[in-house]
């Protein structure tokens, strides 16, 4: 079996949207895969006393160049949405919906949600419009229509997103390669030599 590496993250965190641009190259590069797992980064930010990085005095005009820069660092597209951040509850149940039946097209549904909202600065908050995003992808629309608003789908996410605070997670994006966590997409290097290096 091939081992994994756990790819955590938001749908509406920038910097779990640049990392989600490198994370299956990196796994691949080792012979890995990579599992992604959406989350919802508000119960996260209550338990820990945090705030949005644009909500923040001085980190939040930063974070805004910050991304500008490194949109253009990795040569992929950015665009500061608006509104953001936001609540992205149907863009991961649709993932969870999806993963549960074809990984693979979970994962491009994952990439072309992540790319209207940050590359197009699409509002990705409704369920229509995650519908929209899917149905290109050879998605029933109605089904998946119906399953964001499923119960089970529903409490599927809370687990995850309660299970991956009780390993620590405590932001987007957070990787775990063999059982060690890492916080950020500025962590990639760190998860590259891990890897390489078999730990440290």
Request: aromatic letters at 14%; a negative charge; one cysteine or more.
């Amino acid at each position: 079996m091939t081992k994994t590496i756990e790819f955590y993250f938001d749908f509406s965190s920038p910097y779990g949207y640049f990392a989600s641009h490198a994370i299956d190259d990196l796994a691949a590069k080792y012979g890995r895969e990579a599992v992604w797992k959406p989350i919802m980064l508000g119960p996260v930010l209550k338990r820990t006393g945090g705030l949005p990085a644009v909500a923040q005095p001085i980190k939040g005009e930063y974070c805004v160049h910050d991304w500008e820069r490194l949109g253009r660092f990795m040569e992929v597209p950015w665009v500061m949405p608006d509104p953001f951040p936001i609540a992205t509850l149907a863009a991961a149940r649709a993932f969870y919906w999806l993963d549960d039946r074809d990984r693979a097209q979970a994962r491009l549904f994952a990439k072309t949600a992540f790319a209207a909202y940050f590359g197009e600065g699409r509002d990705i908050t409704p369920a229509e419009t995650v519908a929209d995003l899917a149905e290109p992808l050879h998605v029933d629309r109605d089904a998946l229509l119906a399953a964001v608003q499923d119960p089970a789908i529903k409490e599927r996410l809370k687990q995850e997103t309660s299970q991956a605070m009780e390993r620590g997670v405590f932001g987007s994006p957070f990787i775990f390669v063999d059982g060690e966590g890492f916080w950020g997409s500025d962590r990639l290097w760190m998860v590259r030599r891990w890897l390489k290096r078999g730990g440290w």
